[in-house]
């Protein structure tokens, strides 16, 4: 790519935002209202049919359900609060301004780019899980991964290109109508999840408080994992309520957001978000799951296959169908219309319709593979670990920076295209968290052992185990390269803005 | 919309939601049938849609 084609790049880039330039106005300021209704539909999406299931199919406790969740969600809530507010309300830019600033456009474009990616592969995950509903009442069975079954049949296929198609073509028109469906649709949601779950713990043998908790941890979270899945326990629930949405408060996404806040308090609001969507939902849908599971034992299936639709349609029937087809459909097109958006700017004189569709089709590509929903948690897991360490630099940038000396935005003020000290941060902090876990994890990377010192090679951790780790390793690299870069370049008076 | 068409919309609206959940308690109780059940929480669906897309506000 020469020159002229990387400056074109970097003001498709700047002029896509260009409206969010400016710190946002006083006048324009939202209250609790607004926040609280936000984060309640943003968070009841259709993955919450997978998440919940999954834990139980990973073989976690009651225990680390119930006290895990709560704990991994409360750091969520309190990381929204008192990380990811207060900068957004001081500075009122958005994340892409904050980046910029502090990285440079080069690393900015990166993160775009890779953000699209991951939004489409997220919008397809939404559209897998519709699909369980559209085809289930037609009798086109849904692929059974953990059965074998790695491919879809083409009924089902057909099926998900219809689903992603009308998704794809409603952000194309624009989603202004969906969205308000979309609000009408979330405080229905959590009725749903709720009515499966309490018939559900009746069918599984629940009678009232004095059994509840024995049955639970008999038939529900049995802390035996189902064959071929790892192992789960309570440090794994916190760290995949926390690390879902890492991206947003501790990697700083929601500065976007929170920069209409009126007080920093409103990152409290998450609360709303968190506790209905990741702690009711997931803890509903294990319910669901292993209802179901049993149900189909019981009536003499070997593979029984807890698809988002099946579940849903054993513990709320077509109302449970409806309820997961627009878990799905109302969360998947603004995903998707994120991911063109950010797209855009690596397609030059493409039109954003055009944009759109391409991002659509990606979407409909995921959608088709079921490995994606069977590692949905890990994958949750990996984008967290990625997106982080940017919302790092930003807070680092903002609160300690003043106090050891050294400059704020210094690829700014001194117009590089990309700051070193962030890119070895941010590779830096994710690479080595990566095959610290990975190590472990997967065999055909084994060695890694056999070269690391012993504590490390000792040292078994897990993606969900990383949150802390990363943002350190993230922080350190990030706050020594600075360090270094500013003592050797420092910024003269007339660079200082 | 006058104050008292939208209180009638959220009252169905709520009532709604209420049947779902209610009807959920039935049978667990054991007063109700899954059948049945599935039967009011398709009629709870359809007073919140029916209802709630008039009264719920667009965002701005």
Not at chain 1, 137 to 152: D, E, F, K, R
Not at chain 1, 329 to 342: D, E
Not at chain 1, 434 to 453: C, T, V
Request: charged fraction near 10%; include cysteine; hydrophobic fraction near 55%.
């Amino acid at each position: 790519m020469n020159s002229s084609s990387k400056s074109r790049l970097i003001d498709r880039l700047d002029a896509l935002y260009e409206y969010d330039r400016e710190a946002v106005d006083e006048g324009k300021l939202y209250g609790w209202r607004t926040f609280i209704a936000m984060f309640s539909s943003e968070h009841i999406a259709g993955t919450e049919f997978v998440l919940g299931t999954l834990l139980v199919m990973h073989g976690v406790t009651a225990f680390d359900v119930f006290v895990g969740l709560a704990v991994g969600n409360t750091l969520a809530v309190l990381s929204w609060a008192f990380m990811c507010a207060p900068i957004a309300v001081r500075e009122r830019l958005t994340i892409y301004w904050q980046i910029r600033k502090i990285a440079g456009p080069y690393l900015t474009i990166i993160y775009s780019g890779m953000f699209a990616l991951i939004l489409c592969l997220l919008a397809g995950s939404m559209v897998n899980v519709s699909t369980t509903a559209v085809t289930l009442p037609v009798n086109i069975l849904s692929p059974n991964y953990a059965a074998g079954q790695t491919v879809p049949s083409v009924p089902w296929i057909l099926t998900a290109i219809g689903v992603g198609a009308v998704i794809a073509v409603l952000a194309v028109l624009g989603f202004e109508r969906l969205a308000h469906f979309a609000k009408v649709v979330a405080p229905w949601m959590p009725f749903v999840f709720v009515a499966g779950a309490i018939v559900s713990l009746r069918s599984l043998g629940v009678t009232g408080t004095g059994n509840f908790w024995q049955i639970v941890n008999e038939k529900i979270w049995t802390g035996i994992p189902r064959p071929g899945q790892i192992h789960y326990g309570f440090w794994h629930c916190v760290g995949l309520a926390w690390l879902c949405n890492i991206a947003q408060h501790m990697g700083m996404g929601d500065v976007t957001i929170f920069r209409y806040a009126r007080k920093w308090q409103m990152g409290f609001c998450s609360a709303f978000g968190m506790f209905i969507g990741h702690y009711i939902a997931w803890i509903c849908s294990g319910i669901l799951c292993a209802a179901f599971v049993h149900s189909q034992l019981a009536a003499g299936v070997s593979d029984p296959n807890p698809t988002p639709g099946n579940i849903a349609m054993f513990g709320a029937g077509y109302a449970g169908i409806v309820c997961v087809l627009l878990a799905g459909w109302t969360t998947a097109n603004p995903t998707l219309y994120r991911a063109g958006l950010a797209f855009q700017v690596a397609t030059p004189n493409w039109r954003r319709w055009a944009v759109t569709l391409a991002a659509g089709a990606i979407m409909i590509v995921t959608a088709c593979i079921p490995a994606i929903l069977h590692y949905l948690d890990r994958i949750v897991a990996y984008y967290g670990l990625f997106f982080m360490p940017l919302g790092a630099f930003i807070f680092i940038d903002f609160w300690l920076f003043p106090r050891l000396g050294l400059a704020r935005y210094y690829a700014e003020q001194k117009g590089l295209l990309m700051s070193w000290p962030a890119a070895a941060g941010w590779f830096g902090s994710f690479g080595i968290c990566f095959l610290l876990s990975a190590k472990d994890q997967y065999q055909s990377m084994g060695w890694i052992n056999n070269i690391l010192p012993a504590f490390l090679a000792n040292y078994k951790s897990d993606l969900f185990l990383q949150v802390l780790p990363a943002w350190l390793i993230a922080v350190t690299l990030y706050l020594v390269c600075s360090l270094i870069q500013q003592k050797m370049s420092p910024i003269s008076q007339e660079q200082t803005k | 919309m006058t104050s008292q068409t939208k209180y009638i919309l959220q009252a169905v609206s709520f009532a709604g939601l209420a049947l779902s959940a209610f009807s959920a308690f039935l049978v667990f109780g054991g007063i109700l049938t899954k059948e049945a059940y599935f039967r009011l929480m398709e009629a709870g669906m359809l007073m919140w849609f029916g209802t709630a897309v008039f009264w719920i506000r667009k965002d701005h």
